[in-house]
């Protein structure tokens, strides 16, 4: 298990990348949350296996078609175990 926080900036509020986070995570099957940030970018925390966390990185690299992402950071951390699904907070 990995953990990984992403910090996703470029035309990412507002354009629904937060609900595309959700649902590509739940589709990997990865745990964690997504949120606005108040500097305009996205952080998006996720823990998985490497693969399950590779996957995850790549599609919020592309998001969704109405987003612009410009720069995506990667932070690993070990994960905590904590998160029992994947959520949208604010």
């Given amino acids: 298990m990995i953990g990984v926080r992403v910090y996703v900036s470029g035309v990412v509020q507002g354009v629904g990348f937060r609900y595309f986070t959700r ?5 990997i099957g990865v745990k964690g949350y997504v949120k606005n940030l ?6 998006a925390v996720a823990e998985g ?9 790549s599609g919020v690299r592309r998001g969704p078609r109405s987003a612009v992402v410009r ?20």
């Fill in 49 to 57: 296996e490497k693969e399950q966390i590779d996957k995850f990185i």
């Fill in 71 to 90: 720069s995506v950071e990667v932070e690993e951390y070990e994960p905590t175990g904590e998160y029992k699904d994947f959520e949208i907070t604010f």
């Fill in 38 to 43: 108040s500097d305009g970018r996205v952080l």
């Fill in 23 to 27: 649902k590509l995570a739940k589709e």
